[in-house]
């Protein structure tokens, strides 16, 4: 049974599954956190359950990858980060006037903008929401500097940190996205758009938790996405609808199965230390969880090279694509796929294999006018 992140579901507590995470995870290593660009990839994929433990433990893919001999070619290169850094930085630089400006608030000195250091993650997100109901209590322009939210996530809190929330006077709360790809003409590449899309989206839903708490509050169901303006540095913005990515995350979220029921069904003495077990050990605790493959995880997961790998090997119809796998039906298998177009296998009455025969005599049919053709 799947929880969403506001069911009411009995939980275990914190400090057992902090515990039984931290064992499977490595006691000595500490854990990797979940960022929005994580859990958005996450969410594309809630059937699969080894990405959502692995994640949930906290455990470093990439190293884990790299130890099963699979590793990762991607990745944000340093020079991205950097540029993204310094441009960030330029559109918060003397108390965030450019962004402040791009908001439409022309005197910087109305605006509140307040402190929220605190100490340890759940001191910032309560020192977090704390600025957000004072800042709607007292009706004025307010802008939270790199806040931290809290979500739920198959029975686990994530900390998520946006560049950027603008409280409004009237009680409306905007997520800022501050990227470094240009927006030439007033567009930008759509693709990079609507990840920043879906990674706000994730921001949206953890606002939404904190504003169901706020008398008078309300989260925008667009947000302000932040970009170079044509090849220059100076920055410009557009507002983003992210009605439609805020929905297919919560349904995907609320799909994913709580993390203590999938490490409930492993074996005992399981562990993804990197540090500590050898890469055998790895590949057997990677197969001990079940995983869903998809030519999409190539581009998310730091895992997706090992997995491919593997759904190969079972020769299963997963490397095919989703859209190709939902018309087989029950042909699992690349070689009963084959099969069933020749003619040697599946039941005529099926749908999938009648169009596999189908495809097949066309394909047989186009070959042989074409030979006809060249000998003429």
Request: hydrophobic share 45%.
């Amino acid at each position: 049974m799947s929880a969403s992140p506001d069911s009411g579901l009995s939980r275990p507590p914190q400090t057992t599954r902090r515990r039984q995470l931290a064992e499977l995870r490595g006691p000595a290593t500490p854990p990797r956190p979940l960022d929005a660009r994580a859990l958005a990839a996450l969410a594309a994929n809630p059937g699969c359950r080894r990405r959502a433990l692995l994640d949930g433990a906290g455990v470093d893919k990439s190293a884990l990858a790299a130890k099963l001999g699979s590793p990762a070619p991607f990745g944000q290169s340093q020079f991205a980060i950097v540029r993204g850094n310094s441009f960030e930085a330029k559109v918060k630089a003397d108390s965030g006037r450019e962004l402040l400006r791009l908001i439409g608030v022309e005197d910087p000195g109305t605006v509140s903008v307040p402190e929220l250091s605190a100490a340890g993650p759940e001191g910032r997100v309560a020192r977090t929401a704390l600025a957000l109901r004072e800042a709607t209590a007292a009706g004025t322009w307010t802008l939270l500097d790199h806040p931290l939210l809290a979500l739920e996530v198959a029975g686990s809190p994530v900390y998520l940190e946006p560049d950027a929330v603008v409280v409004r006077p009237d009680g409306g709360w905007t997520v800022v996205e501050i990227k470094s790809f240009p927006m030439v003409d007033g567009a930008a590449d759509a693709s990079k758009v609507g990840a920043a899309a879906r990674q706000a989206a994730v921001y949206v839903l953890a606002l939404e938790r904190v504003a169901a708490v706020t008398e008078g509050a309300r989260v925008a169901q667009s947000v302000l996405l932040v970009c170079p303006k044509d090849f220059s540095n100076l920055p410009t913005a557009s507002v983003v609808d992210v009605r439609k990515q805020r929905s297919v995350t919560r349904r995907q979220l609320d799909r994913l199965t709580r993390i203590d029921e999938i490490a409930a069904a492993l074996p005992e003495g399981v562990s993804f230390d990197v540090a500590e077990r050898s890469a055998e050990e790895l590949t057997a605790a990677v197969e001990c969880v079940p995983h869903q493959y998809a030519p999409e995880c190539l581009a998310a997961c730091e895992l997706a090279f090992h997995c491919r790998s593997r759904t190969r090997q079972a020769d299963a119809v997963e490397t095919l694509g989703r859209s190709v796998r939902g018309e087989l039906g029950g042909l699992t298998t690349v070689g009963a796929v084959l099969a069933a177009a020749r003619g040697e296998e599946g039941d005529p009455a099926d749908p999938a294999v009648a169009a596999l025969r189908r495809a097949r005599a066309l394909r047989e049919e186009a070959l042989s006018e074409a030979g006809a053709r060249a000998c003429r």
